[in-house]
């Protein structure tokens, strides 16, 4: 079972990035996912999260009209959209798939992670 995401980069703030996080090794149609982001020196955080049927979503306060998660279940994908970037956004950021079909904000849901993909952006 593997979670890879893809899409991060470097951009200045104001700018945009999508990352894609595609699943293999089983299907996440009945599974809530979540993206999760870890700046240097700080704790992992849950920034957003869309459960199975995508029909409800997260928003960590610092994201929120900014962000915007979405999956598509017949493509084992999950995506976020970042838009306003700002140089706070900068972290290395995972995608994951919960235990349960529901929204989890617990980590300890979480019971599979993508190897992370770095999110830089400066002022």
């Known amino acids: 079972v593997q979670l890879q995401a893809s899409g991060g980069g470097s951009v200045q703030a104001g700018g945009s990035l999508r990352l894609s996080c595609v699943a293999s090794g089983r299907r996440f149609s009945n599974n809530g996912m979540g993206w999760f982001r870890q700046a240097p020196g700080k704790e992992r955080e849950l920034v957003t999260g869309?459960?199975?049927?995508?029909?409800?979503?997260y928003y960590a306060d610092s994201v929120k009209g900014r962000f915007t998660i979405s999956r598509d279940n017949t493509k084992n994908t999950v995506y976020l959209q970042m838009n306003s970037l700002k140089p706070e956004d900068t972290a290395v950021y995972y995608c994951a798939a919960s235990s349960f079909a529901t929204i989890s904000s617990s980590r300890q849901d979480y019971r599979y992670w993508g190897q992370g993909t770095q999110v830089t952006v400066s002022s």
């Open positions: 869309i459960s199975w049927r995508g029909d409800n979503t």
